[in-house]
């Protein structure tokens, strides 16, 4: 079974990938401090994982200096 690739995938993948670029941080060295495999990073960015817990989540976000909601509102450029 095929999972369907929701609006708020698209958003998350978007926010992480933005605010990852906005803070100057390389996918690899956000891999690194989460001690996750870059791949699940790229996948995130991607809109292709969708196991992430709301623990990911919060990691994530404390990796990225933002709040969770920030991963889901929009960024303005």
């Known amino acids: 079974m095929r999972l369907r690739i929701t609006e708020g995938h698209k ?4 926010n992480v990938r933005r605010w990852r670029e906005i803070r100057g941080i390389e ?3 956000l891999a690194r401090a989460m001690d996750w495999p870059m ?5 995130i960015e991607r809109a292709e994982r969708f196991d992430i817990t709301l ?7 404390e990796a990225l200096e933002v ?3 920030q991963l ?6």
Request: charged residues 30%; glycine residues 0%; negative net charge.
């Open 27 to 29: 996918t690899e060295t």
């Open 11 to 14: 958003l998350l993948a978007h």
């Open 67 to 69: 709040r969770v909601f």
């Open 55 to 61: 623990n990911d989540l919060d990691q994530l976000a």
């Open 39 to 43: 791949v699940m990073i790229e996948d």
């Open 72 to 77: 889901f509102a929009p960024i303005r450029d």
